[in-house]
């Protein structure tokens, strides 16, 4: 039997998230000779077969170049500022760099919102598969511009682990400027060594990763652990992998081993019912007695709440049922 390295090549759909750090730098603004590469790896996965949506940070990196500003922005305003500036010049950079591979990009921008409500998010999986039929690369950010910190989904990790659910991937590729999860901070411990390859995502995983705190972007090892996480609950394959130089990924899908591959969970959650779980924003808490407890785990009881859980009034609006949406745009999965 093949492992899961060598069974990599074998996933069609892949969802492929591009850090700022990747694309771009502080000082230098976008680093176009390093876009030209991605879009020609991008560009032999697609000849190969494989179907590709781009999850793409560095908005607010290349607009901080623009606005003449040394520092990551502080402020919501000039973060705002920063990223409406940068997101034109980042996609009119990927809109070049693919043409010349006959490549035609979509921009796709999205919030919190447009996952969290069940309407919107159906509505955004059928402007991106559209895409999908047509030959188009999607290219997502989030829409910095109009989020503020409360309805952030707040790093690119997290957006490109909601893409992955919502377009139905079966891999999510995180190029990472490390190469992957470590036993220890590479950047502070030198005894520290890559871990190729994680089975299940343990909470000791979770206590490595660390907390979140890359230099250039949102997020750090913990928001990709995280991102991993939660696609494994999907049955979804995540790999983790340098991005800053070309080739590394084409070795991966090879079956070399390279970057850090997290395997999915043997049984994966429906459509609606991730979506539940980590779509969602927390709105309430349900407190259930033992045999609730029981009958949930056990017997996978799915009748309505026993007399002990409390469901605060706002909690109700968490879970809206598909019933409401028109034939054809309900999910098939749910
Ligand atoms: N959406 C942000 C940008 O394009 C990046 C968020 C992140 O780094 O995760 O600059």
Known sequence: MSSPRQRLHKNKRIVIKIGSSIIASHEKGLREERMAEIAEEVSILRSEGHEIFLVSSGAILCGMEKLGLTR??????????????????????????????????????????????????????NTLM??????????????DTVTVDEIKLGDNDHLAAQITHLVDASLLVILSDVDGLFTADPRKNPE????????????????????????????????KVQAAKS????????????????????????????????????????????WIAHSLKVKGEVVLDAGAVEAILKKGSRSSPPASARLPENSRSATPSDASLPMGKRLQKA
Do not use: C
Request: aromatic fraction near 6%.
């Open 72 to 125: 990551r922005p502080k402020t919501i305003p000039l973060k705002q500022g920063a990223a409406a500036v940068g997101q034109s010049r980042l996609m009119w950079a990927y809109e070049k760099h693919f043409e010349k591979f006959q490549i035609n990009v979509a921009q796709v921008l999205l919030t919190r919102e447009d996952i969290a409500d069940r309407k919107r998010f159906i509505n955004a999986r």
């Open 130 to 143: 559209t895409l999908l039929e047509h030959g188009i690369l999607p290219i997502i950010n989030e829409n």
């Open 192 to 223: 520290a060594t890559l871990i190729p390859l994680i089975e299940e995502i343990t909470p000791e995983i979770e206590g490595i990763a660390g907390e979140p705190g890359a230099i250039s972007g949102t997020g750090g090892m913990a928001t």
């Open 231 to 274: 696609v494994a609950a999907y049955g979804v394959t995540t790999l983790i992998v340098n991005g800053t130089a070309p080739g590394l990924m084409q070795r991966a899908f090879q079956g070399e081993s390279i970057g850090t591959l997290f395997l999915p969970k043997p049984v994966r959650l429906t459509s609606k019912k991730h």
